[in-house]
Nanobody
Framework: QVQLVESGGGLVQAGGSLRLSCVAS????????MGWYRQAPGKQRELVAL???????VYADSVEGRFTISRDNAKNTIFLQMNSLKPEDTAVYYC???????????WGQGTHITVSS
């Protein structure tokens, strides 16, 4: 069982920035993928950004150019730098980790982000 602990959420005005962190309970050097999803009230959970074991990144169109995902293998941590935040970015943000293509993914408990207009 992998434990994922997110931090960095909160309330911010539109146009502001936040940085999320997610610490994994195990080494992330050789994981298949790790990243962030979000779920707004009344909506389905959606992909925000992923980073693969090889370092490739994937972003949702809605955050491309505003959000940046990064990882620190030495600290078993990934980050999500969020700039130019919009009210529509308001959601619970979940950290996600998948060890390999043949295994299930693990989720963090989520961290709330509210962007006020």
């Amino acid at each position: 069982q992998v434990q994922l602990v997110e931090s960095g959420g909160g309330l911010v005005q539109a146009g502001g920035s936040l940085r999320l962190s997610c610490v994994a309970s195990e080494n992330i050097f050789s994981i298949y993928t790790m990243g962030w999803y979000r779920q707004a009230p009344g909506k389905q959970r959606e992909l925000v950004a992923l980073v693969t074991g090889g370092g490739s990144t994937v972003y949702a169109d809605s955050v491309e150019g505003r959000f940046t995902i990064s990882r620190d293998n030495a600290k078993n941590t990934i980050f999500l730098q969020m700039n130019s935040l919009k009210p529509e970015d308001t959601a619970v943000y979940y950290c996600y980790l998948r060890r390999s293509i043949a295994t299930i993914g693990y989720w963090g408990q989520g961290t709330h982000i509210t962007v006020s207009s």
